[in-house]
């Protein structure tokens, strides 16, 4: 009877999950991969997902029946071939989960799959470790306290980057996302938040931004299935008291972090420390042969890139 529920209990979750396609994101059908417990959309060209679409439930969060696998392998389903293992040894960078494993411990199945090279992008560990694995959590308990909930995550490619990683060349994203959605039974709402690559203690408000906003930083249109009147409304707002995000901290105690709704649109602006000089646009010239915009205050007239003091 046991393994009967089990069996009943998965193929029930499958279902659901190929039921709920309308709310995830659209991508090209070239690079769509589906899993059975999470989809994804693979950039070949950063050797990483764009995005991971899964839904988490309060039963899946309760049942803990598959203890972490650690099975890291690379993805059969990307055509283009995925990254690797050996491209992250010595860089210094995480594996670090978008749709985490411990989201998965309902079934030793679903555990494993969250350890396709494809569901993972190279992370700092203190930010992997940190603020990234807190917001995790955090959203391991909005499942459970609203039933069920929509998750989409991901690096953001487009804009500022950290590098590249391994022979594959994967891309060091600064910036990641995460935005979820939910239904009370009355009406839906959404939340988006983006977190620099880096350790983090602000308030959980501080990186939440609207999904217009994340919109416009990704290129993703994220709930195309919400009719129209829906999702102009709920993607316009950041929605904190609807997720009982006011004001909320985050628990974590480590160095200070941007803020995310100007950081990833100000590329170029590093702001300058504190030291009593007036502050100048960079002359240095950047590979694109434009002047670099950030400020300075070194005497020799170039920021901390070009060899500033």
Not at 45 to 63: H, M, P, R
Not at 69 to 80: A, E, G, L, Q, W
Not at 162 to 167: D, N, R
Not at 286 to 303: A, E, H
């Amino acid at each position: 009877m046991r393994i009967f529920c089990l069996i009943l209990y998965i193929f029930i979750s499958y279902f659901a999950a190929a039921q709920d396609i309308s709310y995830y994101p659209k991508c090209d059908a070239s690079c769509t991969v589906n899993h059975t417990y999470y989809r994804l959309c693979y950039s070949e060209a950063d050797e990483q997902a764009k995005w991971v679409a899964y839904k988490l439930t309060a039963a899946q969060v309760n049942n803990k029946l598959c203890e972490r696998t650690d099975d890291f392998r690379v993805d059969p389903n990307v055509k283009t071939g995925s990254a690797t293992l050996d491209d992250y040894k010595g860089s210094g960078y995480d594996r670090g989960h978008l749709c985490p494993a411990a989201d998965r411990h309902f079934s030793c199945d679903a555990m494993s799959e969250t350890f396709f090279m494809s569901n993972m992008s190279p992370q700092s560990p203190s930010f992997n470790r940190g603020i990234w694995g807190k917001l995790e959590s955090k959203v391991r308990d909005w499942a459970v306290l609203y039933n069920e909930v929509f998750v989409v995550t991901g690096p953001i490619l487009n804009g500022q980057k950290l590098g590249a990683i391994g022979e594959n060349q994967v891309t060091v994203p600064k910036y990641y996302f995460k935005t979820l959605l939910k239904n009370d039974g009355k009406a839906w709402t959404c939340i988006a938040m983006v977190l620099p690559n880096e350790a983090g203690n602000r308030q959980w408000g501080d990186y939440a931004i609207t999904v217009d906003s994340l919109e416009k930083l990704t290129s993703v249109d994220f709930y195309p299935g919400l009719p129209d009147s829906v999702e102009n409304v709920i993607e316009a707002q950041k929605n904190l008291s609807k997720w009982d995000l006011a004001g909320s901290s985050t628990g974590v105690n480590n160095s200070k972090s941007k803020n995310p709704e100007t950081a990833p649109k100000t590329q170029n602006s590093d702001k300058p420390k504190s030291t009593g000089a007036v502050s100048k646009q960079c002359t240095a010239v950047t590979q694109k042969g434009t002047r670099c915009k950030r400020l300075t205050t070194s005497p020799n007239g170039k920021c901390w890139q070009h060899g500033g003091n």
